[in-house]
């Protein structure tokens, strides 16, 4: 029974985020579309089927609490989390000369935001039966692919953004780890690259098949695997 569930994506407003929020919704859930500006998540929620909006500005502790009330109120628990809301900072630059402050700016909002929301969240988490976290992560995070200098990972610049998505993986291994047992299965999703703001719109993926590997996390069985990050073909290497 997939219709009473619930799910929470954040920056849902567009991009990879909107197209999980999408098939969530295609698929049953009951999806609600975390933007951090209102009227643009109700635009995006008013284009899919079964979606609401909510305000959500991951570096924002009260808005985040905020969240967590209005879903403990009108739900009672959240099936599903997908933490997508992520930035590439303006300025990011290599690990020899990127500025502090652009560096901490992407730790805020990719890591320090993510983990505010999945701490407020987890209560609503334990509440259902079978809860689901999904990060979205990247290639550019995997140390294999970014240390091999034949590979296309190793010649990007953006330390700030390849060094935090790093962070969401440990993030994902430690919080599987503590949940294991609980039924709640956490999974780090790499979309590839897609054509969206962040992603350039030459890529050669579109957001939606961006967003089907964080929907079949999202969508796991109970046997399904936990503390692991996938791409569309398996598992990605550390
Ligand atoms: N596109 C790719 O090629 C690619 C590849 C690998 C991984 N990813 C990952 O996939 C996810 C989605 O990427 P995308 O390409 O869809 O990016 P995008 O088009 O730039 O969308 C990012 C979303 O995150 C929201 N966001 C950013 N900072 C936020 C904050 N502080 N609070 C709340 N929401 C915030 C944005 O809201 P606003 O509209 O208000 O800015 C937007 O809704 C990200 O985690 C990204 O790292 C993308």
């Known amino acids: 029974m997939t219709e009473?569930?619930?799910?929470?994506?954040?920056?849902?407003?567009?991009?990879?985020?909107?197209?999980?929020?999408?098939?969530?919704?295609?698929?049953?859930?009951?999806?609600l579309v975390g933007s951090r500006d209102l009227a643009r998540?109700?635009?995006?929620?008013?284009?899919l089927e079964g979606a609401a909006a909510i305000q959500l500005e991951v570096t924002d502790p009260d808005s985040v609490q905020?969240?967590?009330?209005?879903?403990?109120?009108?739900?009672?628990?959240?099936?599903?989390?997908?933490?997508?809301?992520?930035?590439?900072?303006v300025g990011d630059a290599?690990?020899?000369?990127?500025?502090?402050?652009?560096?901490?700016?992407?730790?805020?909002?990719n890591v320090v935001g993510l983990l505010a929301v999945t701490q407020a969240m987890l209560p609503l988490l334990r509440k259902a039966e079978q809860a689901r976290v999904?990060?979205?992560?990247?290639?550019?995070?995997?140390?294999?692919?970014?240390?091999?200098?034949?590979?296309?990972?190793?010649?990007?610049?953006?330390?700030?953004?390849?060094a935090t998505k790093a962070a969401v993986n440990m993030v994902t291994?430690?919080?599987?780890?503590?949940?294991?047992?609980?039924?709640?299965l956490v999974?780090?999703?790499?979309?590839?690259?897609?054509?969206t703001d962040m992603g350039g719109w030459g890529a050669a993926r579109t957001p939606a098949q961006g967003a089907a590997v964080a929907v079949r996390l999202a969508t796991l069985d109970?046997?399904?695997?936990?503390?692991?990050?996938h791409t569309e073909e398996g598992q990605l290497p550390w």
Not at 4 to 29: C, M, S, W
Not at 173 to 184: D, H, K, Q, S, W
Request: aromatic share 4%.
């Open 41 to 47: 998540g109700q635009e995006a929620a008013g284009e």
């Open 4 to 31: 009473n569930r619930i799910a929470l994506v954040t920056g849902a407003n567009k991009g990879i985020g909107k197209e999980i929020a999408r098939q969530l919704g295609e698929a049953g859930y009951r999806v």
């Open 173 to 184: 291994v430690m919080l599987a780890n503590e949940l294991r047992g609980t039924g709640i």
């Open 134 to 162: 999904v990060n979205l992560s990247t290639s550019l995070a995997s140390f294999t692919l970014v240390g091999d200098p034949e590979s296309r990972m190793s010649t990007k610049r953006t330390f700030a953004y390849n």
């Open 187 to 195: 999974n780090a999703a790499d979309p590839g690259n897609c054509a």
């Open 66 to 89: 905020a969240a967590a009330d209005s879903i403990a109120a009108e739900h009672g628990r959240l099936d599903v989390l997908v933490n997508n809301a992520a930035i590439i900072p």
């Open 94 to 109: 290599a690990a020899s000369e990127i500025e502090f402050g652009v560096l901490r700016e992407g730790f805020e909002t």
């Open 222 to 229: 109970a046997d399904g695997p936990t503390g692991q990050v």
